[in-house]
């Protein structure tokens, strides 16, 4: 069964500190896979897309990686803001059909 | 970058009436473009993918007769909710898509049926 899997399911965190956020998956077939940050009452936000062939990427303060032999990602989030509070989800991609296989998303509160 | 749009972005309606949703691709064209539906704390739901010119592509529990889409052209997309009833109260989301890879959603239209 194609399922996207996110941890933690909530993350609360202080102004300025990192945090790491984990996605695993088991979607076959593979086309990429995407983070997208979604604000509470707001469309979800492309981060970062990766294809197979990529480990990792950087937009800003935000870092995914990807592990394609262990199905595994993670979105790493640099020097946080309070502006980065949001649901922050995973997404894979199959070619085949184009559809989205999306996770649960983490829950991040960045407090002052 | 490229930006989509959705309007309403909020509304309320009595059951039993119907209600349209927009979703426009501003400054692209969209030969596809998907309408998702979101319950809170809830991750996005696929409904239905919409191509230009032909009839949408309903995911399975998805009434089509009830969640009406019309894609007109290839920057505007329509989701009537027909007959909306209380449980229809949810957030829907459109999005776009340019070309392989990528799509871009838009701002979410928020409805309420009392």
């Known amino acids: 069964k194609n399922q996207v899997e996110q941890s933690p399911q909530s993350l609360i965190i202080l102004e300025g500190k990192n945090c790491t956020l984990q996605c695993n998956y088991t979607v076959s077939p593979f086309s990429n896979l995407r983070w997208y940050k979604q604000d509470t009452g707001r469309g979800p936000v492309s981060l970062t897309i990766m294809t197979f062939s990529e480990n990792t990427k950087s937009n800003g303060r935000y870092t995914a990686t990807l592990d394609a032999d262990t199905k595994q990602s993670s979105l790493h989030i640099t020097a946080s803001q309070l502006s980065d509070s949001a649901s922050y989800i995973c997404v894979v991609s199959q070619d085949s059909n184009y559809q989205l296989i999306w996770g649960a998303g983490t829950k991040l509160i960045i407090k002052p | 970058g490229a930006v989509v749009s959705q309007h309403p972005s909020r509304v309320i309606c009595k059951s039993g009436t119907s209600v349209k949703i927009e979703c426009r691709s501003l400054?692209?064209?969209?030969?596809?473009m998907f309408w998702y539906r979101q319950f809170p704390k809830k991750s996005l739901m696929l409904m239905a993918t919409?191509?230009?010119?032909?009839?949408?592509?309903?995911e399975q529990g998805v009434e089509k007769d009830k969640f009406l889409i019309n894609h007109a052209s290839l920057t505007l997309s329509t989701l009537t909710v027909t007959s909306a009833h209380p449980e229809d109260s949810s957030f829907y989301i459109c999005?776009?898509?340019?070309?392989?890879?990528?799509?871009?959603f838009g701002p979410g239209t928020r409805l309420t049926v009392t």
């Open positions: 999005s776009a898509r340019t070309d392989r890879y990528e799509q871009y």
């Open positions: 919409s191509n230009e010119g032909s009839k949408a592509t309903y």
């Open positions: 400054d692209f064209q969209a030969t596809t």
